[in-house]
């Protein structure tokens, strides 16, 4: 029997670990990348001695990560060097410059707890315990299928647990956390990981409050060298099993015949293959390089739908060390409600950015000498902004100005007086950006938004409704936003192409695959 092709559009997360998943399992795959590195959102910048990661920074779910390495036959241990983050993090509240500093150790975190709301310790706990409980269900039953199999939903642990998982679904985060604490800022501390969903914690199901287990009791990582080196050793385990890697290399157009997905043009060449994989932005994909009669999600289906926030990014190479900040901060705002109202909505040329922001800054530098010259620092600021491209993007004379705005707020907040004063490298990046570089629908920087409606089950499905052996893995798709969520999503298009409806993850290392049966 004939070795089975497949091609993967788009190099990042999602389509590097899909194409290492399928050549392990036997196939020979070529991927298309656009732009001339790899990477997508989570590229990386050099420049005079700095070394940026342009977007993950978090290094989450940590089993996630050891589940794809697993599967490749190695782990992460071997392709990655890791540090657990001591402290995790720190936040700072408008009008407070103590910040608030939350430790690696979760009885240190609630001893935290306690001095800001006498007896939080105990309902921290019990929040954790219903996180960690949520979480494990996740896993289980929820985060690796394809939901082809209706006995996922019929599993006696799942039945034994429907109440309170539906009673999840249906509270916001918010008002779900509000029972545990009242404290302002300990409410911001249960409420911060639902920017990470690419959601408002008033609007996202109490469900994900699964991500506070992820923080405070699996821990927050860094892979020394940064991210990307994420991204490294997935492209190294790609091209180790056979992954013809091509950059500069933009799909024009996906090419069909008698209702299937049979390869890809790039420039003028035409490349067939039994399968085609596409981690590019869905919207990008189905809109631009499918015809209109082979769209399963066209403009008019998007224009319904909620995307996750834009962000106004800035990588800052800064003179002299700065003390004031740990390795991830967060900067929040009082009036946190309003600022969620500013991000959270649909474009219409009249968004704005917030001043002040809640924003995030990561400091690598803190952690890791090797991202910064020597005596200097290497910052990334975060703010979340509306994914509307009208508010422009780097060089834009009104973008520039917020973002002076972001660094004067840095300063103040964090006490850093001098700190615009110290940068010697400085680049922006917006909404504008994201479209034109990224092909991000409405400028957005993470995907779609986990609203109820747009998560698990109701979330896009990862394959074409109108065309066989189109599939889809990343950000807009099951199982959603994040780099662990790419990774598990590379597993689910693997489960399509093995017709496996199992709902856990996979267990061992995949061997050659004799017969893909999901391949139509």
């Not at 390089?289 to 800064?318: I, M």
């Not at 993007?393 to 001098?418: K, L, M, N, S, Y």
Request: proline share 6%.
């Amino acid at each position: 029997m004939s070795q089975k092709t497949a091609i993967v559009i788009g190099g990042g997360i999602a389509g590097l670990s899909t194409a290492a998943l399928l050549a392990k399992a036997g196939m020979k795959v070529k991927l298309f990348e656009a732009r001339e590195g790899l990477g997508g959102r989570a590229q990386m910048w050099e420049k005079d001695g700095f070394r940026f990661d342009m977007g993950p920074s978090w290094y989450l779910m940590p089993d996630a990560f050891e589940q794809f390495f697993n599967l490749m036959g190695t782990t992460a241990a071997k392709e990655l060097n890791l540090t657990r983050l001591s402290p995790a993090y720190q936040t700072f509240e408008e009008g407070n410059p103590e910040p608030l500093v939350l430790s690696n150790k979760l009885e240190e975190v609630k001893a935290l707890f306690e001095s800001q709301e006498p007896g939080s310790s105990k309902r921290l706990q019990d929040y954790l315990d219903s996180a960690q409980e949520a979480y494990e269900l996740s896993v289980k039953h929820f985060l690796y299928t394809n939901f082809k199999d209706l006995r996922s939903f019929l599993h006696p642990e799942v039945l034994a647990k429907l109440g309170k998982f539906v009673k999840l679904l249906l509270t916001s985060l918010y008002k779900f956390s509000s029972q545990y604490v009242s404290n302002p800022t300990l409410l911001k501390v249960l409420n911060f990981p639902a920017v990470f969903l690419g959601a408002s914690p008033y609007n996202t199901p109490s469900m994900y409050h699964l991500m506070s287990h992820v923080d405070m009791n699996q821990g927050v990582f860094y892979p020394q060298g940064g991210l990307h080196t994420v991204i490294e050793a997935t492209a190294r385990l790609a091209k180790q099993h056979g992954v013809e890697i091509h950059t500069s290399s933009p799909v024009a157009k996906i090419l069909t015949s008698a209702g299937k997905a049979v390869g890809v043009r790039v420039g003028a060449a035409d490349y067939l293959a039994d399968v085609v994989v596409a981690s590019a932005d869905l919207q990008f994909v189905e809109t631009q390089l499918l015809e209109p009669s082979e769209q399963s999600f066209p403009q008019s289906w998007w224009n319904k739908r909620q995307p996750g926030p834009s962000a106004l990014l800035l990588y800052l190479g800064v003179k002299g060390k700065i003390p004031q900040l740990q390795h991830h901060t967060l900067l929040n705002t009082a009036d946190w409600d309003k600022n969620f109202d500013a991000v959270f909505r649909k474009a219409d040329g009249k968004s704005i950015i917030p001043s002040p922001a809640s924003l995030y800054i990561c400091m690598p530098s803190k952690t890791d000498p090797s991202v910064a010259p020597e005596g200097m620092e290497n910052i990334f600021v975060l703010v979340p902004i509306a994914a509307d491209p009208a508010i422009g993007g780097a060089g834009d004379e009104r973008f520039e100005a917020a973002a002076d705005q972001v660094i004067d707020q840095i300063a103040t907040w964090c006490q850093i007086p001098d700190f615009k004063e110290r940068i010697v490298l400085r680049r922006s990046f917006g909404p504008r950006d994201f479209k034109a570089e990224l092909n991000a629908w409405s400028g957005t920087a993470l995907g779609m938004a986990h609203t109820l409606g747009q998560s698990a089950f109701f979330r896009p499905k990862n394959y074409s409704k109108k065309l066989k052996n189109l599939f889809y893995v990343g950000h807009n798709t099951i199982p959603g936003i994040g780099l662990p969520m790419c990774l598990i999503g590379a597993e689910l298009v693997y489960k399509h192409l093995t017709d496996d409806r199992s709902a856990g993850p996979i267990k061992g290392e995949l061997k050659p695959v004799k017969v893909f049966k999901g391949l139509a």
